[in-house]
Every structure is written in C-alpha cells, then in structure tokens.
C-alpha cells in the first residue's frame, strides 16, 4: 500500500512562492510517474506538473516558466516549487503516484494566493 502525505500549502501574497512537497511510502516510489494536480472550487482536477522515473516534465501552459517539479528518489519525495503565484493558483494541490496503471493520491493541501 503506497501513501502519500502532502506539505507546504499555505497563504501567500500574489508575486510569492511557495514549495510543496510529498512523501511517499513504499518501494515502488523510483519506478513511478509522479505529479501535481490541483482543483479549485467548482472546476475539475487539472494536471499542473508530471516528471518521468527518467526526469522528463511536463507542465500545464499556466504554470510554465513559474513552476518547477522535482524528485528525490532516495528521499522518496517529490516537490513543486511554485513561484510568481497568481490568485488563480489557488487551489488545493494533490500529489499523484502512477505505477502498473494504478493511480495513488495524497490528501491534498491548500495552497491561496490572496492580497
């Protein structure tokens, strides 16, 4: 069983930054597709980040040049550092592990981007 705990959300003015991080349990965590998603109030989940077991990225067009996602395989944690935040980033952020077509989330953590 694969858990994930979230960290780092938090209130911030807009133009600040923040990092995210998620740790994971288990043994599968260097073989996993990782990424970030995050949903705000009455919209649908969005992909905001993925990084390969080889560390390619990807990133939502309205993160690019803002965001950046790593991961630590021996710490078994990935992160996304976040910077220049917008009011529209504000959502609750969920950590994604993908391994074997099967998909593991954490609980999420708020991330606000507010004056």
């Known amino acids: 069983q694969v858990q994930l705990v979230e960290s780092g959300g938090g209130l911030v003015q807009p133009g600040g930054s923040l990092r995210l991080s998620c740790a994971a349990s288990?043994?599968?965590?260097?073989?996993?597709?990782l990424g970030w998603y995050r949903q705000a109030p009455g919209k649908e989940r969005e992909l905001v980040a993925s990084i390969t077991t080889g560390g390619s990225t990807t990133y939502a067009d309205a993160v690019k040049g803002r965001f950046t996602i790593s991961r630590d395989n021996a710490k078994r944690t990935v992160y996304l550092q976040m910077n220049s935040l917008k009011p529209e980033d504000t959502a609750v952020y969920y950590c994604?592990?993908?391994?074997?077509?099967?998909?593991?989330w954490g609980q999420g953590t708020q991330v606000t981007a507010s004056t």
């Open positions: 288990g043994s599968i965590f260097s073989i996993s597709a």
């Open positions: 994604n592990l993908r391994v074997n077509r099967l998909d593991y």
